[in-house]
């Protein structure tokens, strides 16, 4: 407890310069700062909109190594930790970048469409990747608090897609999801997150995202939402604090375990 508390608040210290305080100051600081910065007089929470990769499964070690592998296969260079900086993006938009780093040019349609197939491919050869520990438990929790729960991810992983009712039952409805097959741009533009808040019926102040992702952080910062990034990848925290997240866990157990006294500390007091 002791070392978490001192790992928030080194974060913290980043964007605050704050010392040590309890938790619930850390909060009320986040939310305060959210509410300036956006100019809403609070939040009225009725929804929480969960990225997939790297938050509800422990699937980006495996997106990474099918990523790198099969770019190498086609002559195009993309290291293990850069795809976790492109996590997020649709496969368009990753490989469009490589080829124009590399070859000076966007990849055709018929090139995008063989390497993102091959990709698909390659992530399907590995084992199914985990549920994320404390994924489940967070959910149950946020459902039983009577919130919406709403999934926006910009994967077209069929698999993965698919196994979401297996691996938290009632938790998900399909009316409720944002998926690659929905969206045009995909993040970082904060259209999956409007498109995710419209589904829901919901205004920006009546939500909170969980990311993990710095390209997500920052379409749910600009889609003007109270953004938790969860850092569950390689990446320092510092990414995904500069990319606009509000609030920071250094893993999906400790946003569980800590979930009440955010909930509370968003929904008990009046700014
Ligand atoms: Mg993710």
């Given at each position: 407890m002791r070392r978490l508390q001192k790992q928030f608040n080194q974060d913290y210290n980043s964007i605050r310069a704050d010392s040590f305080r309890p938790f619930s100051y850390m909060y009320t600081e986040a939310i305060k700062h959210y509410l300036s910065n956006h100019g809403f007089e609070r939040i009225n929470l009725k929804a929480v909109l969960f990225d997939m990769d790297?938050?509800?499964?422990?699937s980006m070690p495996i997106h990474a190594e099918s990523w790198h592998q099969v770019m190498k296969r086609f002559g195009l260079h993309l290291s293990r930790e850069e795809a976790y900086m492109h996590e997020g993006r649709t496969g368009a938009g990753t490989i469009n970048i490589i080829s124009q780093r590399q070859r000076g040019r966007d990849a055709t349609a018929e090139e995008i469409e063989k390497i993102y197939a091959a990709k698909a491919n390659e992530f399907n050869d590995h084992p199914q990747p985990p549920v994320m520990p404390g994924a489940l438990e967070v959910l149950n929790q946020i459902k039983e608090d009577g919130l919406k729960i709403i999934l926006v991810t910009g994967s077209g992983q069929k698999t993965l897609l698919q196994r979401l009712e297996h691996s938290?039952?009632?938790?998900?409805?399909e009316e409720l999801m944002v998926t690659a097959f929905d969206v045009k741009k995909g993040k970082p533009n904060p259209e999956p997150y409007l498109m995710g808040l419209k589904k829901g019926n919901l205004q920006p102040n009546e939500a909170i995202v969980v990311e993990n992702a710095p390209l997500g952080v920052q379409a749910a910062a600009d889609a003007q939402i109270f953004t938790v990034a969860v850092n569950t990848g390689p990446l320092p925290d510092k990414v995904l604090l500069d990319a606009g997240a509000d609030i920071l866990f250094p893993s999906m157990p400790a946003f569980n375990e800590h979930w009440k006294e955010l909930y509370h500390a968003v929904n008990d007091k009046v700014f």
């Open positions: 790297g938050v509800l499964y422990n938290f039952p009632g938790i998900f409805h």
